[in-house]
């Protein structure tokens, strides 16, 4: 009943932009919030950013101003716009079902994409 299912990742040079997407189950928007997190090499995931079903946006600190989250219900997909995209912002980036925003509690996941930022 819950499916998230992430696209939109590959390789773009420091500077650049992706946009990232997750297509979501009826079932998951009615019922969590919809977070990015994201995972680089050798460290523990982190939030990115979630939205809520009242819209109550979160961005972690290293990414406010640069990426924006938005929604599109009627095509049943949360967005992730990454902008200015830095070598750190490398890493698989997870679309998640949370049981809330801002506190980011994961319940379910997508499989992943994969962000590479470099040169």
């Known amino acids: 009943q819950v499916q998230l299912v992430e696209s939109g990742g590959g390789l773009v040079q420091p500077g650049g932009s992706l946009k990232l997407s997750c297509e979501v189950s009826?079932?998951?928007?009615?019922?969590?919030?919809i977070g990015w997190l994201r995972q680089a090499p050798g460290s523990e995931r982190e939030g990115v950013s979630c939205i809520s079903g009242r819209d109550n946006i979160f961005y972690a600190d290293s990414v406010q101003g640069r990426f924006t989250i938005s929604r599109d219900n009627r095509k049943k997909r949360i967005y992730l716009q990454m902008n200015n995209l830095k070598p750190e912002d490398t890493g698989v980036y997870y679309c998640?079902?949370?049981?809330?925003?801002?506190?980011?509690?994961?319940?379910?996941w997508g499989q992943g994409t994969q962000v590479t930022v470099s040169s």
């Open positions: 998640a079902a949370s049981a809330g925003c801002p506190q980011l509690v994961p319940q379910h």
């Open positions: 009826q079932f998951a928007l009615d019922y969590y919030a």
